[in-house]
Nanobody, 115 residues
Framework: QVQLVESGGGLVQPGGSLRLSCVAS????????MGWYRQAPGKQRELVAI???????NYADSVKGRFTISRDNAKNTVYLQMNSLKPEDTAVYYC?????????WGKGTLVTVSS
């Protein structure tokens, strides 16, 4: 069974940084596009960043210049480096693996930005 396990969330002050990790197991990681999504309380889940299998990237406008997505195929891991965090970045962050019509989700990690 495919597993995606996120880690690295927590409480951080505005302006701070966090790095999220998502480790995938039981998939051929290198062929999957990997994405980070988030869902704030009372809001729909939204795309944060995505990295293709050839490592091209796309970001939501709200995080451009602050967040960086990267992948390490040797470690089956995708990262999200989050800098200059704002209270509006508070959400549960989910990792997604997608290949053609197949997609898999992790259970999420909570990021809280508050003073």
């Amino acid at each position: 069974q495919v597993q995606l396990v996120e880690s690295g969330g927590g409480l951080v002050q505005p302006g701070g940084s966090l790095r999220l990790s998502c480790v995938a197991s039981r998939i051929l990681f290198s062929i999957y596009a990997m994405g980070w999504y988030r869902q704030a309380p009372g809001k729909q889940r939204e795309l944060v960043a995505i990295i293709s299998r050839d490592s091209s990237t796309n970001y939501a406008d709200s995080v451009k210049g602050r967040f960086t997505i990267s992948r390490d195929n040797a470690k089956n891991t995708v990262y999200l480096q989050m800098n200059s965090l704002k209270p509006e970045d508070t959400a549960v962050y989910y990792c997604k693996a997608q290949y053609n019509v197949m997609d898999f989700w992790g259970k999420g990690t909570l990021v809280t930005v508050s003073s």
